[in-house]
């Protein structure tokens, strides 16, 4: 690994956190300390509402899920060290679809027969090996409660060899296609397949589902891609050329040349084949969750894109949730969960 990667690393990390803390503090006028959950404030009381979503007030909740799923008491934010914390956790199958000691995935199977819709997770961190597919653990196992079958996929990051362009994204889509080799073996409703990624994974989430837009000439064209229904992106990266532009950059400096292999006057034609926002119209229904007091990827960042997106006639959708930040859109304990929840339901039919 080079110094160059390593620093790069490093700073996203730091500027990931620094950028959360700043956000949350001044929404909650909290300190830098938080405090430890306690035991009583993670019970539920009750159901969460869409009132309960709107009003703004805090709310401790705490879902039927295993202890490491629970969020602390919910007026503390969400970091990004809780996302990485804890123990992975179990699922039905660990699943291999390429060569590269980077393609697997976590399988996870709802209760009853099936065949059951099923989710495609696609982890964030910046394209960046700062993070791995367990990031997503608490969330499949919430959405595989839901009834829904969970694929969570690792990936390339565009900081290790042999990733970057092309290969992040041709790791994703090799991940996406094998579910039709899933499907042989397990029930799964390949009619009802959605897409769902945070941050970063909110970017290759929307472009896996756009990629039947991809331009024949391209090195991650493919004749015939598993069609998407629709996505989920919570806190996603929809415009390339926009984000690497951001000041300070969130992700650090030059990722996205990085991941990229150059910038959108050197490489225009990967921008057009590998930014969604170049790739309008998806034609696919998109519903873009974010946290309004997110600072890594601000909602001013998604709005233009979500107002191009439906000028080109697609079906897409913003939902600012209110008193929530970067991760709060990816922990299910959260008072931000409902929102992602109906996003999925709506999405698949349920």
Wanted: glycine letters at 10%; charged letters at 20%.
């Amino acid at each position: 690994m080079s110094d160059a990667s390593t620093t790069r690393r490093t700073v996203a990390a730091a500027m990931i956190t620094a950028a959360a803390a700043v956000a949350l503090v001044g929404a909650t006028g909290l300190g830098a300390g938080i405090a430890p959950a306690s035991a009583a404030a993670l019970a539920r009381q009750r159901p969460i509402t869409s009132q309960d979503v709107s009003s703004g007030q805090p709310i401790a909740v705490a879902p039927a899920l295993p202890l490491s799923v629970v969020a602390p008491a919910q007026q503390q934010p969400i970091t990004v060290q809780d996302i990485l914390s804890g123990e992975p956790l179990p699922a039905d199958a660990r699943v291999r679809f390429g060569d590269d000691p980077a393609n697997f995935g976590d399988l996870r199977l709802p209760v009853g027969e099936g065949p059951h819709p099923v989710a495609i997770l696609i982890h964030g961190g910046c394209w960046l090996d700062i993070a791995d597919l367990q990031y997503f653990d608490r969330v499949a196992v919430a959405i595989t409660e839901m009834g829904v079958a969970t694929w969570n996929i690792e990936y390339r990051p565009a900081d290790v060899e042999g990733g970057g362009w092309p290969n992040t994204f041709l790791d994703v889509a090799r991940g996406v296609d094998h579910l039709r080799v899933l499907a042989g073996e397990y029930p799964l409703d390949l009619e009802r397949v959605i897409t769902l990624g945070h941050s970063a994974g909110g970017h290759l989430a929307l472009w896996a589902a756009g990629r039947p837009r991809i331009p024949t000439s391209s090195e991650l064209y493919a004749a015939d891609p598993l069609l998407i229904v629709g996505v989920v992106s919570l806190a996603g990266i929809p415009e390339l050329r926009r984000y690497r532009e951001m000041d300070p950059p969130t992700c650090g400096e030059g990722t996205v040349d990085l991941l990229m292999g150059g910038g959108p006057r050197e490489v225009p034609d990967r921008y057009r084949a590998g930014s969604p926002f170049q790739m309008l119209p998806l034609n696919v229904a998109q519903r873009h969750i974010t946290g309004r007091n997110d600072e890594i990827v601000p909602r001013e960042h998604v709005s233009p894109y979500n107002y191009e997106s439906q000028s080109a006639g697609d079906n897409s959708h913003t939902i600012f949730v209110p008193d929530a930040g970067h991760y709060e859109v990816v922990w299910p304990a959260s008072a931000a969960w409902e929102a992602v929840e109906a996003a999925i339901r709506e999405l698949l039919g349920l």
